[in-house]
């Protein structure tokens, strides 16, 4: 059986004072679309980093496919479209890719070949000979994905890959990204957008202060929020029998005249049994409705202690690590991290 595509554990990484990884364990299959989800300020953006080589970790282990992310970098399995538009603007963005292509080793003229293939597969083709600047911002966002995959990675990366687009713009981008993971690609994407995880991932962790608070399905988180569900009755009962008796899923009932209101977890299937104890009890319901908690509320309750409170962005903090070597004391300076560091994010700025 083949490695996981992620095997985290452990994982520390301080930047002075700032502890952004407070010991991150988790996996992720191969083949699967996993969400990191956290508020600013939570690790995500240097979670990925040490994932790319762009940041050393201070403790812990990291595997990528089974090969430890220091030790046994493999550059050419990870494709990072990151956060920043990292990329030289002056030249026309096919010879950004070229090369890029050539970096990771890839022959002339399969370079050129498979520069036109990414370009074709984001949808910017037509663009080939345009500078990255003159790209509108949902072209740049495209090109980033593009650069990403000229290596043909089995993991690849999306940090915010929709951030500040536009809805049209955005539902493309799924839609590719969609067809990358069908085609067998682990894909591991932050986002800010619940709805965008909710719709992509087979998983996601949620990660606060550093720390992964929970690592579900999207479905599974929403069964720890609670549902309301809202009753009315035909007439108002004298006296409300004991509903629900003993169900630890039932946070609370409340009547108010006519009307119920239970809150309670997994609400869908708390529901039937009310109308059957209801009905029991010869009380008749003339309307009935569940209102499910979203992701986004089961978020903002996980993540409301941590309330973005490591937030306090150090300058450079997400365009490469520049602050971790003035921070940390680590030994980034050798020749072969800096390569590393170029194949991560580009290699042209
Ligand atoms: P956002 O959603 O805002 O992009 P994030 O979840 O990606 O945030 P990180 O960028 O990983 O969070 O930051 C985690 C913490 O580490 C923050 O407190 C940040 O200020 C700090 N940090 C990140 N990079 C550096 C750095 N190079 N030097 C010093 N501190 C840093």
């Known amino acids: 059986m083949s490695a996981p595509a992620l095997e985290i554990d452990g994982l520390r990484k301080t930047y002075g004072d700032v502890t952004a990884l407070d010991g991150v364990s988790l996996t992720v299959p191969e083949g699967q679309f996993f969400g990191l989800l956290g508020p600013n300020g939570a690790g995500k953006t240097t979670f990925i980093n040490v994932l790319v080589g762009l940041v050393r970790k201070s403790g812990g282990t990291a595997r990528v496919f089974g090969h430890d992310v220091e030790a046994d970098y493999r550059r050419d399995a990870i494709g990072l479209a990151p956060q920043e538009f990292n990329v030289d603007r002056f030249f026309p963005i096919r010879e950004v890719l070229e090369h890029k292509a050539g970096y990771h080793g890839i022959p002339a003229a399969e370079a050129r070949e498979r520069a036109d293939e990414v370009l074709k597969q984001v949808g910017i083709y037509g663009k080939r000979d345009t500078r990255f600047d003159w790209l509108s ?109 003993g169900d630890d899923r039932v946070e609370s009932i409340d009547r108010d005249g006519r009307r119920l209101t239970v809150v309670a977890r997994k609400g869908g299937l708390v529901a039937p049994q009310l109308v059957r104890e209801l009905d029991r009890e010869g009380l008749e319901i003339v309307d009935l409705e569940i209102s499910r908690t979203s992701l986004e509320e089961v978020f903002v309750e996980m993540t409301r202690q941590g309330g973005g409170e490591q937030a306090t962005e150090a300058s450079g903090g997400h365009g490469g690590g520049d602050g971790d070597e003035a921070t940390s004391g680590d030994d980034n300076s050798d020749d072969a991290r800096t390569e590393r560091r170029a194949a991560a994010d580009g290699g042209v700025e």
């Open 137 to 245: 911002g949902g072209m740049k966002r495209r090109f980033l994905l593009a650069r990403a995959l000229i290596t043909d990675p089995d993991l690849l990366i999306l940090d915010e890959p929709t951030a500040g687009v536009d809805v049209q713009l955005r539902r493309d981008l799924w839609e590719l990204v969609t067809d990358l993971n069908e085609q067998g690609k682990t894909i591991l994407l932050t986002t800010h957008y619940i709805e965008e995880a909710e719709r992509l991932c087979d998983e996601v962790a949620i990660l606060d202060s550093g720390r992964v608070r929970a690592v579900a399905t999207p479905d599974e988180l929403k069964d720890r929020g609670s549902d309301r569900i809202s009753v009315e009755l035909s007439a108002s009962p004298a006296t409300l029998p004991d509903l629900l008796a």
